[in-house]
């Protein structure tokens, strides 16, 4: 069982790292954005593209020009998309950033085909072995870099003027223009900063396995929303806490259905999922505002 | 005044002055005889594969109609679509193939148990709103094609569950109740999904122009203010949920039948996000414009699946442009046609009227 929660928690990282994505745009836009997790999978995909091929660049510089190039987009989807639905009613934008998923997913496809792909890690082998699951150099990065930008975001909104200026955004738009503070100017830096954090989740998490294109929308939106839900969608170290729930409960709900249901001849397709709308159900009735959000 | 503006909207076309006399309905009876005909006729040149493109645009059609009762008139998003639809058709299947019920039969418990189904959704969508209930409804699609689908009892195991075409429909026995030169299985199908997209299309116009519809309408631009002049918002947003659901479980067992096999996977997220889209696209409140592009979603792909890859690049750039530069969708370009079509002299000229939202939506 602890063999569970130990990949529990790597899937956890990654699940909160991009949920804590969607709780800064959802604290700077009030927008659920679906497009999230594919900011992940361009980065992912940008990442094979520099480090192999033609190009063949140090790995460590293909990373930073990867994840430039998805805030790059991340800036151009809030220019072209999220800045002219502004005062559009927020499912509308909701709606847009699906259809931009979808659209990256399909030119993902387009571009990159079909078959599956793989990129190297940025540390290759094994770091240790805990209660029989095996943890890559990678993924004791992620859980580094997770819980670095937790910190650090938290420093961020609390401790300096820029953080402020873009919580004021979301809160009294037209009072924080009043004080001389661009909004436009903070939502721009808002879903470049996003797109950067969802590169970062994608180009850290792809490396663990194969991937294919819209890899990390099919695999872990519905749990990264799941998880900003839960723990409150404008707490970071909510997402943080969120993520590690539905990474563990997940791992928890398999090792039960692989040890007891299939023992008793129960055959539940998909278990887990089952486990986690319930959890998220739960949570909803019990407190809506998340576990660790403030009450609207 | 107990009726909200934009509720009372929908019924001054029939007390308005200056409607067209005899003379000036004429032309529009015509015109309206001429685009029923065409699509009556549409499936008879067509090959057998061509005019299986047509019945499954109509389930599109449908399932826009039922999508666009939860966005369009009650303002609330849907992403659990897929799974209504999917429990009409897992539904209908099972009472028809391993139960033996007449054809009938099966789609009215498939309306049903889809009903029960958007009802369940409903009940959480009362203490939900928004963001929220998005995610929600999200969440259940997935656990309703990942998880109920998947039972064996209901999807008979991998292999998918069976659902076949009512007497006189089945492809086996070419000759059933048409003339089998001239229709043939598929075409004959096309006719059956026709009666019943008529049927849901006289509901929902029907539905609009109710008590209760105005009452959906109210509790879409105002909950509270609704809520003040006696409307019972609980009961009214479960009966647009029970409606949309019904709607969609009808289409689901359309499609299935036509299939005759059905597996869970069909019923994916992205399959939602499709029906969301062709909804947003064809414009929330047009039944003229979401005809329209539910039926372009359903056979575009189809048509050009040599170029699967471009085709999926199309619907997502078509919603963002619609987005950005149409808020109102195909209802919004083909509302003087539609005006005209109902009285009102042709104009170009600009009504945005609850248009400019895209949330809110146009006027049915």
Known sequence: ?296 | MAIPRTAAGSLLPLLQEGMPDARGWLPRRIAMGVIVLFLLLLPLPLDSARASWIWIGTTYVMVGISVNILMGYLGQISLGHQAFVGVGAFTSAYAVAKMDMPFLLGITLAAVTGALAAAALGFIALRLTGLYLALVTLAYGEVAEKVIFNLKAISGGGGGARAPRPQGFTCVSEGGVFNPELFTCEKSYVYLCYAFLALLLFIDWKFVRSKAGRAVLAIRENEIAAASFGINVVGYKLLAFVLSGAFAGVAGALFAHGKNTLTASVFDFRLALTFVLMTAVGGLGSRAGIFLISMFFAIFPLAFNQYAIEVLIVGPLLLLLTLALAPGGMGQQIKPIVDWLNGKPFTFKHDSGGVATGGGGVRP
């Not at chain 1, 790995?59 to 005062?87: C, K």
């Not at chain 1, 738009?173 to 969802?198: D, H, N, Q, Y």
């Open chain 1, 1 to 296: 069982m602890l063999t569970f929660i130990v990949i529990g928690i790597i899937q956890g990282a990654i699940i909160g790292l991009l949920a804590l994505g969607i709780v800064l745009v959802y604290k700077g836009s009030r927008v659920f954005n679906f497009a999230q997790a594919e900011f992940g999978t361009v980065a992912a995909f940008l990442l094979l593209y520099f480090t192999t091929g033609r190009l063949k660049m140090p790995y460590l510089a293909a990373l930073v020009v990867a994840l430039a190039l998805t805030g790059g987009v991340g800036f151009l989807f809030e220019r072209l998309v999220v800045r002219p639905l502004f005062n559009a009613p927020r499912v509308t934008l909701l709606v847009a950033t699906a259809g931009a998923a979808l659209l990256a997913i399909a030119l993902e496809l387009k571009i990159g085909g079909f078959e599956v792909k793989q990129v190297a890690p940025i540390k290759a082998g094994k770091a240790i072995g805990i209660f029989g699951a095996t943890v890559t150099w990678q993924q004791v990065i992620l859980l580094a870099v997770l819980g670095g930008l937790a910190a650090g975001l938290a420093y961020f909104f609390n401790r300096t003027d820029l953080g402020l200026a873009v919580l004021a955004t979301s809160q009294e738009p037209v009072a924080t223009e009043l004080v001389g503070i661009g909004t436009k100017r903070m939502s721009s830096f808002i879903w470049t900063f996003a797109a950067v954090l969802g590169g970062v989740a994608g180009a850290l998490a792809a490396p663990d396995t194969t991937f294919t294109a819209g890899f990390m929308t099919t695999n872990f939106l519905l749990f990264a929303f799941t998880a900003a839900v839960i723990g409150g969608v404008t707490s970071l170290a909510g997402a943080f806490i969120g993520g590690q729930l539905i990474g563990i409960s997940t791992a928890l709900a398999q090792y039960v259905d692989i040890t007891y249901l299939k023992k008793w001849e129960i055959d539940i397709p998909a278990f887990h999922e089952l486990v986690i709308f319930i959890l998220l159900l739960s949570v909803l009735y019990a407190r809506p505002q998340g576990l660790l959000g403030k009450a609207a």
